[in-house]
């Protein structure tokens, strides 16, 4: 009956590369005789509708007729049609039989305007291009709203004007804008710029103000949907723009045939195309998989309240049996199982313990997860342990962020990062879902039932979606946890993504290749020291007894003020601490210098950095030096690189004056000076290296190819984390004492 009734159709599927419409396809395709697909994708939509063919929902396809016959049907039959809905619908051929819409966005959580853009407005361009043709809108079970007792398989009668909810909604992004130019919250995004990337320099904190900008609006847009939805008594903005196209669809179609399908939680296939068959993360998957790791203590959920999950073989089968139909003036159906074989909440999380208790992810190189109890506190009581947990791990980022550089701090900060990406994840998904498992309402499904109940019994073999005909134990535990679980059992088993390496690459020679820089940031990357000591060293080689003492108290005084001044910009830190050197002799500097630092630099001097510079130079790079320590300072080293960049101080009759020549290169100005310096050799910039320590560095890390973070600071080892740059610990060698102190002169 279904497949008689499909064949020779020819049918428009829309959303044809999603989870749902994937499976709509495979079906349509192999096991109907329809004549024709016009399958709309964005995109490529020829590349992207053919690349569904080697994909696992078309496996046993390909394995029962052959993945060259397979190819053949679709050539035959399939018409990839390139569309993007939230723009504009492609033109429907006269020819057409039937439209089936199955394109949506796949978040609960999307910006107001996007979700309007995308479920409403996208569906209404798409059935004005079809022409009073018959459609089948793919819609969901949660438009009944935040409500109790039981929803029928019937229109809404909720009175709403969807005209007017989506021309505010479209609007609402122009008044984020706005608002987020307004001088508070633009100073506010300038202030946690500066708190996070503030030694960088001001352009890259102004790059970063407009990141939080644009992260503030679409944070307003997604609040502004949520809101909205809750404020009218739906979830979520997903169930709230559905509903609203169901309503803007009955009053567009008048006489024309609609059939609205409103499936609940999609969850694997029961069947076909086999059992366990799902394509990313659904609804349910990133929490259960978070609760086998451990991850969730509790979350909230009335535990006798129904979660109402389908498999996605049971919506695709009630859609094509819709579609076999004649059609009808206006049909609703609910594809959902709690009205004849619910699941209850804690069945569902008993099944899930079970499992993991009998089946326990691995952790990798620690054995394997330990699943946790739940109680069920109620949604309030495990909302307190989540502002609880927020404020230890606030106050434990503000710990990290003061702790002196090094490994400990660094791995510090990384185990409250991890914990911050816990806490988030729990704050997301209780604020997401906990709707859904506290609903109290029951989707019958007495239309669907009776549609089922007419069809042969070939028919209810084939295309079964009676919802009553499987048992949560077998489904969920004996098929769906396993498919999902699958992916994290084999990539415990695979070895550990290695950590980021510097892979030198030596310069070509004679054939035309541009020449390749090795920059090295000197203070805290290749000498373990800093313009302090540098300075102290050669005050104390000066001085002896109690003018020591004196010296090493005037400049801790100054300490506090320096360190502010270092926080907030080194280029200002450099200026205050250089006019220590105000009115000394160029020349006894100099040569004090020349006799004294070697010594310092000898045991302060990397031997790691030493091989790394003698590896570039051997690769044919050029070795350059950026720093902000005086020229005299770094002459000692200076013969390991070809370029070196210092500060420079002003001198008047044989004296410094304590102000430098031109202002150091902190920051920016290091990474603007590279590229100066690249233009006027040709320097490939995307083949070349930089190393450097400190959070300020990072626009000279930005600006090459290969960068490299030694010995980084917290906010650094955060950077290179995220992005995957090779971290790596260089230091002056066992036995360095921390303090040197030198031998007075004669």
């Known amino acids: 009956m279904i497949r008689e009734g499909l064949a020779g159709k020819r049918v428009v599927l829309s959303g044809v590369t999603g989870f749902l419409g994937t499976a709509l396809l495979e079906r349509l395709l192999t096991d109907t005789d329809v004549a024709r697909i016009d399958a709309i994708a964005r995109g490529d939509a020829h590349a992207r509708v053919a690349g569904l063919l080697t994909g696992a929902c078309f496996g046993p396809a390909r394995d029962r007729i052959g993945g060259e016959r397979l190819w053949e049907m679709f050539q035959q039959k399939v018409r990839p049609i390139h569309a993007d809905l939230m723009e504009a619908a492609p033109p429907i051929d006269d020819d057409v039989d039937l439209v089936i819409h199955s394109a949506a966005t796949v978040s609960f959580d ?33 438009v009944a709203g935040m409500t109790r007792g039981t929803q029928p398989e019937e229109l809404l009668d909720r009175e709403i004007d969807w005209r007017a909810e989506a021309a505010s909604a479209l609007a609402m992004r122009a008044r984020a804008e706005d608002e987020s130019r307004k001088p508070e919250n633009l100073e ?18 102004a790059h970063k103000a407009e990141e939080l900008r644009h992260e503030w609006v679409t944070t307003r847009l997604v609040r502004a949907g949520a809101a909205r939805a809750r404020s009218l008594g739906w979830p979520d903005v997903y169930a709230f723009t559905k509903a609203l196209t169901e309503k803007a669809l009955d009053q567009l179609a008048g006489d024309n045939p609609l059939t609205i399908v409103r499936p609940s939680i999609i969850e694997s296939a029961l069947e076909h195309p086999f059992p366990g068959w799902i394509e990313g993360f659904r609804v349910a998957e990133p929490v259960i ?96 342990r989540m502002r609880f947990a927020e404020r230890v791990v606030e106050t434990a980022e503000r710990v990290v962020g003061r702790l002196p550089r090094n490994n400990a701090a660094r791995d510090a900060s990384h185990k409250v990062d991890r914990l911050r990406g ?139 003020s320096l360190l502010n001044a270092e926080r907030r910009d080194r280029g200002e830190f450099l200026r205050l601490f250089y006019r220590q ?27 790691a950095a030493v091989r790394r510079i003698r590896k570039h130079r051997d690769a044919g790079h050029t070795i350059v030096f950026i720093t902000g320590a005086l020229d005299f300072i770094i002459e000692p080293i200076a013969a390991l690189a070809d370029v070196v960049v210092t500060a420079r101080l002003q001198e008047r009759n044989g004296l410094f004056t304590g102000d430098m020549e031109r202002p150091p290169l902190v920051g920016e100005a290091r990474a603007s000076w590279l590229r100066d310096y690249a233009r006027a050799n040709n320097v490939d910039l995307e083949s070349s290296y930089a190393y450097a320590d400190s959070m300020s560095d990072l626009p000279l890390l930005e600006a090459v190819g290969n960068p490299v973070a030694v010995n980084p600071d917290v906010a650094l080892a955060r950077v290179a984390r995220k992005h995957r740059w090779p971290v790596e610990e260089w230091s002056a060698g066992k036995g360095a004492p921390k303090i040197l102190i030198p031998e007075p002169a004669l």
């Not at 305007?113 to 291009?129: H, K, P, S, V, W």
């Not at 506010?188 to 904190?205: D, E, N």
């Not at 804690?346 to 109680?375: A, D, I, M, N």
């Open 188 to 205: 506010r995004f300038a202030s946690k710029a500066r708190g996070l990337i503030g030694r960088a320099g001001p352009q890259s904190i």
């Open 581 to 607: 050197y105000d009115g000394a002799s160029a020349a006894q500097v100099r040569a004090l210098a020349a006799s004294t630092l070697p010594d310092l630099f000898l045991r302060r001097l990397s031997a």
């Open 289 to 384: 998989l978070a609760y086998g790791r451990g991850a969730l203590p509790e979350f909230p959920g009335i535990p006798e309240g129904a979660l109402d999950i389908i498999p996605v073989d049971q919506v695709v089968n009630i859609i094509l049996a819709v579609a076999s139909q004649p059609p009808q003036r206006r049909a609703v159906y609910h594809v959902s199982s709690g009205g004849r074989n619910p699941f209850r909440f804690r069945h569902l999380y008993e099944l899930t313990r079970e499992y993991f208790l009998e089946h326990p992810l691995p952790e990798r190189g620690r054995g394997s997860f330990k699943v946790p109890v739940w109680s069920f506190p109620g949604k309030r009581a495990v909302e307190k």
């Open 110 to 142: 999307p910006p107001l305007d996007e979700a309007f853009q995308t479920n409403l407005l996208g569906t209404m361009r798409l059935y004005e291009a079809a022409r009073g043709k018959p459609f089948i809108h793919v819609s969901t079970a949660y």
């Open 422 to 560: 816990r806490l988030d994840f729990v704050k997301k998904y209780a604020g997401l879902y906990g709707s859904y498992v506290e609903v109290e309402v029951i989707y019958t499904d007495d239309r669907a039932r009776e549609l089922f109940e007419s069809l042969p019994e070939e028919d209810k073999r084939d295309f079964n979606f009676d919802a009553a005909s499987f048992t949560w134990e077998r489904y969920f535990k004996g098929i769906h946890l396993p498919a999902i679980s699958a992916p994290m059992r084999w990539l415990a088993q695979t070895p550990n993504r290695p950590a980021p390496t510097v892979a030198i690459t030596p310069t070509v020679n004679g054939n035309g290749s541009s020449p390749v820089v090795a920059a090295f940031d000197v203070e805290g990357t290749i000498v373990e020291s800093n313009v302090v000591e540098a300075y102290l060293w050669l005050r104390l080689a000066e001085t002896g007894g109690a003018a020591r003492a004196r010296e090493v108290a005037a400049v801790a005084a100054k300490v506090p």
